[in-house]
């Protein structure tokens, strides 16, 4: 028997996925969703979707609608139309990639354009697989983060590290919030 006032008190808390493309926004929601990860393989993202998970935290189950956009320039301007009602957004680079890092910053400049005052934000250097190929310390990434008092680590859609970690900080912080 189903209870129609579960449904009424579903809260649904709009994530974002935003970063160059290439820098592993698809990945890392297929890891998080599936946890399958193809190597090898890149098809750019073309336009926006999302994907509904469901976090335990400290016995609440919160529930994450990710939407997961478009790296490439000439989907911006679609994507902005997605900023205004979103609760979190998961800003990624890629730890190999330097000029994925240096577009944070402009990244950072479109989501205080566009985003809520209050959006809870997360900067995720991804790749972090990756050892030799490696062109972005740690330690830039932390320095970045605390520049802007937002949330930082270092992820792998390809080994997984961080992947549940991430989303669950996410839906913490959100659970907190709202
Ligand atoms: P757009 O859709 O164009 O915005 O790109 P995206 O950010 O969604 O990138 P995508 O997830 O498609 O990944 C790009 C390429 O990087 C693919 O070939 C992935 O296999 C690879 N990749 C993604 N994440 C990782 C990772 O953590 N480690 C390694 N080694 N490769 C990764
Ligand atoms: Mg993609």
């Known amino acids: 028997k189903t209870n129609v006032l579960d449904d009424v008190q579903i809260v649904i808390h709009k994530t974002i996925l935003l970063g160059d493309s290439g820098v592993g926004k698809t ?80 990244w950072l400049g479109e989501i205080s354009d566009y985003a809520q005052d209050d959006v809870a934000i997360m900067l995720l250097g991804n790749k972090a697989d990756c050892g030799t190929e490696r062109a972005v310390r740690r330690e830039l990434g932390e320095r970045l983060a605390k520049e802007y008092n937002v949330a930082f680590m270092e ?17 913490k912080e959100l659970k907190c919030r709202r």
């Open 27 to 106: 990945s890392l929601l297929v890891k998080f969703d599936t946890g399958k990860f193809e190597s090898g393989k890149f098809s750019a993202t073309v336009g926006i979707g999302f994907t509904t998970k469901v976090v335990e935290v400290d016995d609440t189950k919160v529930k994450l609608q990710i939407w997961d956009t478009a790296g490439q320039e000439r989907f911006r301007s679609v994507t902005h139309a997605y900023y205004r009602d979103a609760h979190a957004l998961l800003l990624l680079y890629d730890v190999t990639n330097k000029h994925s890092f240096d577009n944070i910053r402009a």
């Open 155 to 171: 992820t792998s859609a390809k080994s997984g590290q961080n992947v549940e970690l991430a989303f669950h900080a996410v839906a």
